[in-house]
């Protein structure tokens, strides 16, 4: 059978042996008559198999189990092709279900946010098995947490951890959770959790494949140099996810001396979100080097100077920077966005969270002149408006400021105005002609002037003509 990567697995091609296998047979009159019974074990698993991968249920299996002695010994004679777990919740006496299972990997889900006494006690009694226990998916609660101090055991077999906590409270996790090892873990997300063993865990182990952590409460914070450290030893990392809560306004009286990281590279490193300081950004990724990133989402909060040569270092270094074809800029109520598009897809986006349009003019404008790389393939620049209503105090020079940074780029066609803007790009280029006209814009190809939503009269029109080369394009519709 020909497929794309030319090469198949040994059980996906022992799954299409088996298919073929069941049809043939079962096409031949002398055995129309065959019941699932008579089927080899072989078959039975792969047909276990798909089932318990449509389900997509770490208790999936447990119906199977219940069907007939055969059945219960096939799927306990394949526990790792059939992924058995067993399923532990709050709500469940987990002592008992041990007791009456084989000794199979453990999963804790939770049910509810709020944990009652034997709830607690269930979940601290599968935590006892901690060569057991797989995966741990929690809420986590002051009386839980109490609890859970005593886990001071490593977990050789934990490969998927997520604690949770309320957006009003903050849990602080114990150090010695965990034993602060965890060699085998590959997902570690926390929501609202501030845990300071989370470096020592995080060194425990080499395999991690998604990092999140998600609104860092102030109590949580994480030096840039400790999770600088963390990430230099992480080469197997597909998504890293860091969100503040709040910003720290002693970041940048810090210093960025004590950052002394040799560049490292992470190869399989295609998301980036962070949430955050843009100083406490750049002193992450200064020593990063990430060509394989895809999707990079940056939202920085409203601070009045924004200096990020990494983050322009980073984005540069990627093969998406030389696919770059169109820039968005956007301003709506309480948040300023820049846009980079790789064909019909907005790959890498940075944000500002500000209310007032000259503040986000002002970001904007920064980081365009800080953060863009170099851009051959850049074609089209569209600035527009979600606001209902503009300033209009705002100073021409800020919208020349927002414009100029783009001057670099050579190749860039189109300028793609939206609403209100045009009148205000408008009024900002009356006032500059001539050779200071072509500093603040000295595209070198055509350019087409497509605006929407606005029929702009004949004195909008011309600063545009002016700017515009003789066989350039005005589309006003």
Known sequence: MAHDSGIMSSNAQASLETLIYLRVRLADPVYRRVTINTLPDDALVEIFSFYVDQTDRDDSWYALVHVCRKWRYVVFASPRRLRLRLLCTPDQPVEKMLHIWPALPIVLVPHRKQLRKQGVNNIIHALKHHDRVYRIDLW???????????????FPALTYLELRSGRATTQILPDSFLGGSAPRLR??????????????LLSSTRDIVHLRLHDI???GYISPEATATCL????RIEEVSLHFRSPRYDIATQGRSQLQHTPFVLPALRDFFFTGDSDYLERIITPINAP???????KFFNQLVFGTPSLRRLIGRTEA????????VSFSKGFARLGLWVDDFPSFELGISSRMLDWQLSSVAQLCSSSLPPMPALECLKIFQDRQHLQDDIEDIQ???LLHPFTRFASVKDLVLSGPLVQHVARALQKVSGERLIEVLPM????????GRLQPEEHIQEPFRSWSLPDSSLVFP
């Open 321 to 328: 920077s030389r696919a770059f074809c169109r820039v968005d």
């Open 140 to 154: 986590v609660t002051n009386p839980l947490l109490k609890k859970m101090a005593a886990t001071k055991e490593p």
């Open 217 to 219: 409460p102030y109590s």
């Open 444 to 451: 070198p190809q055509p350019i087409s002037q497509r605006v």
């Open 232 to 235: 230099s030893a992480l080469t």
């Open 399 to 401: 919208w020349l400021e």
């Open 292 to 298: 394989v990133l895809t999707r990079l989402y940056i």
């Open 187 to 200: 997902f570690v997300f926390f929501y609202g959790i501030a845990y300071p063993g989370l470096r020592k």
